[in-house]
C-alpha cells in the first residue's frame, strides 16, 4: 500500500514528558530478533520490489545497507525509506523532514515489528527488511541485509560494484573481527581514556600504514564490505565521537587513513547516503570532505 500526500500519516512530535524516553527492552533473547535471509529457493526469494528498506541516516548499519544497495545497482528493485532522526519512548517514527512510510503508512516503525510478531516486545531498529509479499519484517540484522543485497540480487541488477566477492570474502570477516570491536563498536567508549581508546588509535595507525599499499583495505580494484563497514563510522567520528577532540586531534593525523576516506566519499553510493547534519553534534567542527584525496 502507498499512501497518497492527502492522505498520508505522520507522526506527532517527539514528547518524552508525555512518551518517555526510549529505553532498549531488557527482555530475554537476542538484541535483534528478525534474521531472515534472502535465499534461491526458501520462503524469502529475490524478485522486483519485493522488499523495502526501513533506514535512518543518522544511523552507521543503515548507511552500511544504503551503501551496498547502491553500489549493487537496486535502487529501481528494492525499495528504501527513512525514519525521522529522534524519538521518545514510542520509538523511531515518520515525520515530516523525511516523510510518511511510503509502503504500508505506519506511523510509528514499531507497528512494522508489530505487524511481524503480535505484542513485540523487542528492540525497534533500523535498518529493518520489510517483505510486501508476506506483509512483514524479514530482518533486523544489518549484515545480514547488506550482504543479501550485495549478493542475492544480481539476475535482477547490474552490480556497479561486487562489493562480497566469494574469494575475498574470508579476508573480509577476517577483518571485521578485528575492526568491528576496535573501531565500530569501540569509538564510542574511546571518548573515556582506557582500553578502548589504545585499540582505536591502535587501529587507526594499523590502517593507516595498511593503505600505503592499496587504494582499499583489500587492494586496489573496487571497494569491498570491509571499505563499508569501516567507512561509515570515519565519516562520523569527527563530528561525533571525537566531535571536542577529546580522542585525538582528528582523523586528519593519519594522512593516509584520511586520504582513503575522502576517496571513497567522491563515491556518489557514499556522498549521497551521507546527511551530516542527521548526525554531527551540535558545535562540532566538520572536516573538508570535499578536499582532493590526491589517491
Not at 535465499?39 to 524469502?44: L, Y
Not at 509502503?103 to 508489530?114: K, P, W
Not at 547488506?146 to 566469494?166: C, I, K, S
Request: aromatic share 10%; charged share 25%; glycine share 10%.
Amino acid at each position: 500500500m502507498t499512501e497518497s500526500p492527502s492522505t498520508a500519516r505522520l507522526a506527532t512530535p517527539v514528547d518524552p514528558g508525555v512518551h518517555g524516553e526510549y529505553r532498549i527492552p531488557d527482555v530475554p533473547g537476542p538484541l535483534l530478533r528478525f534474521t531472515g535471509r534472502i535465499t534461491s529457493g526458501g520462503e524469502f526469494t529475490a524478485k522486483p520490489l519485493r522488499y523495502h528498506v526501513y533506514g535512518g541516516w543518522f544511523c552507521p548499519w543503515s548507511q552500511r545497507v544504503a551503501i551496498v544497495r547502491a553500489l549493487a545497482g537496486l535502487d529501481d528493485v528494492v525499495s528504501m525509506s527513512f525514519v525521522d532522526g529522534v524519538r521518545d519512548g514510542r520509538g523511531w517514527a515518520f515525520r515530516e523532514r523525511y516523510g510518511p512510510d511510503p509502503v504500508n503508512g505506519f506511523v510509528l516503525l514499531r507497528e512494522a515489528y508489530e505487524a511481524t510478531e503480535a505484542g513485540f516486545d523487542g528492540h525497534v531498529s533500523v535498518p529493518a527488511l520489510w517483505d510486501r509479499e508476506t506483509s512483514r519484517l524479514v530482518s533486523n540484522d544489518c549484515v545480514g541485509i547488506g550482504l543479501d543485497l550485495a549478493t542475492r540480487f544480481e539476475h535482477l541488477a547490474t552490480p556497479l560494484v561486487r562489493t562480497y566477492p566469494e574469494g575475498l570474502r574470508d579476508r573480509i570477516e577476517e577483518l571485521d573481527r578485528w575492526l568491528g570491536p576496535a573501531v565500530n563498536l569501540g569509538v564510542g567508549a574511546a571518548a573515556r581514556p582506557g582500553p578502548a581508546r589504545d585499540a582505536l588509535l591502535d587501529a587507526f595507525e594499523r590502517l593507516d600504514g595498511r593503505l600505503a599499499e592499496s587504494r582499499y583495505l583489500l587492494g586496489d580494484g573496487d571497494p569491498t564490505e570491509a571499505d563499508i563497514r569501516l567507512w561509515v563510522t570515519l565519516v562520523r567520528y569527527d563530528v561525533g565521537a571525537n566531535a571536542g577532540r577529546t580522542i585525538n586531534p582528528g582523523l586528519h593525523v593519519y594522512p593516509r587513513l584520511w586520504a582513503y576516506a575522502r576517496d571513497l566519499y567522491r563515491i556518489p553510493a557514499f556522498r549521497d547516503t551521507t546527511d551530516f547534519a542527521s548526525f554531527t553534534r551540535p558545535g562540532a567542527q566538520r572536516p573538508d570532505w570535499d578536499a582532493p584525496a590526491e589517491r
